[in-house]
Each structure stands twice: as C-alpha cells, then as structure tokens.
C-alpha cells in the first residue's frame, strides 16, 4: 500500500463535502502509515501506537528488558496490560519487582504477582 494513499483519500473525500476548512492532523497520518506498512487497520495501528508510546513512558524497565530479549512480546504486554488502570507511583513500584524474573516466569505468573503486588500496596494488612 502506497503511504501517501491515506492522505490522498481523506483530500478526496473533503473535496466532496461542503466543507470550507478540512483539518489534517499528523496523528491521523501516522496511523494510516503504520497501518500501511505492517498491513493493518488504523484501529488496530492505534493499538500498537498507543502500547509502544505507554510502554517507553510508563515502563522503562519493562522496555528495556523487552529490547534486550530478557522478556518477549506476550510477557511485555502482560505487565503493560496489568499496569494499565495504576497509577505511575504504583506501576513504578510494581515495575521495581517483575521485570528481573519475568524471564523464567508464565504470563499467567506475572499477571499474579502483578495482582499480588498492587494488593499489598494498596493495603498491606489484609495480605
């Protein structure tokens, strides 16, 4: 699929309508060449945008140890998706504890000691 075909199509389209202005915003470009190049949808590039960008952010330690092969894909998102509804105090501390032995655990594993972790930090009494 030709990158500028998205763009292109969203010209064609404001061109139809009465529109007197037509805002382009990159974002939605970036999405549509994402989409483009790993043949997805643009809900489905969003997805992988939205993981990367909250990944690099919110989880540096997990980030890194997904680029150095310590974790693999499924076992990244696990902690990602876990983390997802935390606060970044909290993901920090949670983050401090799973990434070091993720690689010899299950995602099943990880998503508990996830579960367990934010337990214990929310009320350490009942646990």
């Known amino acids: 699929m030709e990158l500028a075909a998205p763009a292109r199509r969203r010209f064609a389209e404001a061109a139809g309508r009465d529109a007197v202005v ?5 974002v939605d470009s970036l999405y549509d060449e994402v989409a483009g190049a790993l043949t ?26 997904l680029a150095a092969g310590d974790i693999d894909y499924a076992k990244t998102r696990t902690i990602w998706h876990a ?17 070091p032995k993720a690689p010899e655990q299950t995602t099943g594993q990880i998503r508990a000691k996830i579960r367990r972790l934010i337990k214990e930090v929310i009320s350490p009494r009942s646990c």
């Not at 037509?22 to 990159?26: G, H, I, N, R």
């Not at 969003?46 to 540096?60: N, Q, S, V, Y």
Request: proline share 8%; no cysteine; aromatic share 6%.
């Open 22 to 26: 037509e805002v382009l915003y990159p």
């Open 40 to 65: 997805l949808t643009p809900t489905a590039a969003d997805g992988l945008i939205r993981f990367a960008t909250e990944l690099t952010r919110r989880l540096p330690a997990t980030y890194a140890a």
């Open 83 to 99: 983390t997802d509804q935390v606060d970044e105090k909290l993901t920090s501390t949670v983050e401090a504890k799973v990434p």
